[in-house]
Nanobody
Framework: QVQLVESGGGLVQAGESLRLSCAAS????????MGWFRQAPGKEREFVAA????????RAADPVKDRFTISRDNAKNAVYLQMNSLKPEDTAVYYC?????????????????????WGQGTQVTVSS
């Protein structure tokens, strides 16, 4: 079992930055690939970024890949999402998720069905 708790959301103006954090429980955090997804009102939950277990390879969705950076700190059981140059279209609830232990690669991590554990979400609102 993995429990995930997100923090760091808030209201910012366009062009500003935010850093989301996700704290994970469990002693085997390092074996889980981790991802961030977001869901805007009336839209489906969409992939934002992921980081593999082990090598820590990352992948980000095209709309954010030049602005957002995912990272993990296995010693702290945490994963982060640094969001720069925020735009109003980034407004959404952001969710942290843990995938299947030892799942290889990052390409499959764009699919939300590959994740078994989810946090409760944190709201990010970007005003224009």
């Amino acid at each position: 079992q993995v429990q995930l708790v997100e923090s760091g959301g808030g209201l910012v103006q366009a062009g500003e930055s935010l850093r989301l954090s996700c704290a994970a429980s469990g002693r085997t955090f390092s074996s889980y690939p981790m991802g961030w997804f977001r869901q805007a009102p009336g839209k489906e939950r969409e992939f934002v970024a992921a980081v593999s277990w082990g090598s820590g390879r990352t992948r980000a969705a095209d709309p954010v890949k030049d602005r957002f950076t995912i990272s993990r700190d296995n010693a702290k059981n945490a994963v982060y999402l640094q969001m720069n140059s925020l735009k109003p279209e980034d407004t959404a609830v952001y969710y942290c998720a843990a995938g299947k232990p030892f799942m290889g690669g990052v390409n499959g991590l764009t699919d939300r069905h590959e994740y078994d554990y989810w946090g409760q979400g944190t709201q990010v609102t970007v005003s224009s």
